[in-house]
Nanobody
């Protein structure tokens, strides 16, 4: 499974960004697709995910500010982030689970700054 993340960039506080994660290499819907982020201190934290049954979960610190959705291409998932704060600055990584294995995409940098 290969994952291609896109959509990062520089945004002002209060702004929005939409990240995308396109998965390839699987003929079936992946068990889970989601996002982690890693801040400059190196700690990686979970952001949210969507299961193959379209059950969506979000980290508490992101609830109300983030929406995960899936496009018609079933293994393409989006992370819509609103009301971004400087503390949301991080490298965002998408991941996918399939058959007990976890795959990672390359990170995409989100910088929230005025």
């Amino acid at each position: 499974v290969q994952l291609q993340a896109s959509g990062g960039g520089l945004v002002q506080p209060g702004g929005s960004l939409r990240l995308s994660c396109a998965a390839s290499g699987s003929s079936t819907r992946l068990d889970m697709i989601g996002w982690h982020r890693e801040k400059s201190g190196g700690q990686r934290e979970w952001v949210g995910d969507i299961s193959k049954y379209d059950i969506i979960n979000y980290a508490d610190y992101m609830k109300g500010r983030v929406i995960i959705s899936r496009t018609n291409a079933e293994n393409t998932v989006h992370l819509q982030m609103n009301d971004l704060r400087p503390e949301d600055t991080a490298v965002y990584y998408c991941f996918a689970d399939l058959g007990g294995s976890r795959f990672w995409g390359q990170g995409t940098l989100v910088t929230v700054s005025s």
